[in-house]
T-cell receptor, first 119, second 111 residues
């Protein structure tokens, strides 16, 4: 069965601290996609990144970086020098690849990690 | 480029009523998926439409249904509303069924 686990329910940091959000996934497929989304209080899920299972290169985008390790089935997200605007709930998600063209279109989400960045 | 638009943003309905939610995807996107978000269950997949065909369905009762029109706009319908249907309903659109961009959601309250 497919599953995404975000063990950290809530994290609280002080501005400018670095913070890592953990994500562990389970899937039997060899081809899949992993995502991170940010959900501010307004409710919209903001897309942050998508990785496919064949691309294990770590990625950096500004203060954000992602560490994908297939050996441990993890896709962790680090925010460097956190800011108050980073306060939100962050979701990790998994999507499996279907033979009939592209992904399944069915995202399996973790329970989310609520990040609070205090000034 | 306009994002995913969901209407209405807020709804209050009474138990037993039915409700229709609308989602307009990003222009050119043919895949639309629906998700229910509740504090207890988190984000759960409802169904996905691709070129007017339901491609995939989550584990929800038959009271939950949907459809997609030729212009890719999608609607979801919930009949015989129950208190437990109170949730944030999110719609996601995708060009190639790899990325998924979400709207702001419709917050449904059943009283």
């Amino acid at each position: 069965a497919q599953k995404v686990t975000q063990a950290q329910t809530e994290i609280s940091v002080v501005e400018k601290e670095d913070v890592t959000l953990d994500c562990v996934y389970e899937t039997r497929d060899t081809t899949y996609y992993l995502f991170w989304y940010k959900q501010p209080p307004s409710g919209e899920l903001v897309f942050l990144i998508r990785r496919n299972s064949f691309d294990e290169q770590n990625e950096i985008s500004g203060r954000y970086s992602w560490n994908f390790q297939k050996s441990t089935s993890s896709f962790n997200f680090t925010i460097t020098a956190s800011q108050v605007v980073d306060s939100a709930v962050y979701f990790c998600a998994l999507s499996e690849f279907m033979n009939y063209g592209g992904s399944q279109g069915n995202l399996i989400f973790g329970k989310g990690t609520k990040l609070s960045v205090k000034p | 480029k306009a994002g995913v638009t969901q209407t209405p943003r807020y709804l209050i309905k009474t138990r037993g009523q039915q409700v229709t939610l609308s989602c307009s995807p990003i222009s050119g996107h043919r895949s639309v998926s629906w998700y229910q978000q509740t504090p207890g269950q988190g984000l759960q997949f409802l169904f996905e439409y691709f070129s007017e065909t339901q491609r995939n369905k989550g584990n929800f009762p038959g009271r939950f249904s949907g459809r997609q029109f030729s212009n890719s706009r999608s609607e979801m319908n919930v009949s015989t509303l129950e208190l437990g249907d109170s949730a944030l309903y999110l719609c996601a659109s995708s060009l190639n069924r790899e990325d998924a961009f979400f709207g702001q959601g419709t917050r449904l309250t059943v009283v």
